[in-house]
């Protein structure tokens, strides 16, 4: 599910993806998603838009992750992915 957010209603954790080597990155991202419990968010910075990465974690968490992009502008993306409770 992707959406947009006004004001937070969880809590978030920052992850800075641009300090990572590239080989790691992905590895890395699902290690600490997979660490949040529901109603935890990772807050993701990046340089660029993660569209390949999206799909990965959308296949991965399906309906268990929510992605909220909190800013979307050339060079500075930033998106909550936010731990859902299991259904």
Do not use: C, W
């Amino acid at each position: 599910m992707t959406s947009s957010i006004d004001a937070p209603t969880y809590t978030h954790y920052p992850f800075d993806a641009r300090g990572i080597a590239r080989r790691f990155r992905h590895s890395a991202i699902f290690g600490a998603l997979g660490a949040l419990e529901p109603g935890e968010a990772m807050r993701f910075v990046n340089d660029h838009d993660p569209l390949p990465l999206l799909d990965q974690l959308r296949a991965r968490f399906e309906e268990r992750v929510d992605i909220r992009y909190v800013q979307r502008e050339p060079g500075a993306i930033v998106i909550d992915f936010v731990v859902l409770a299991k259904a």
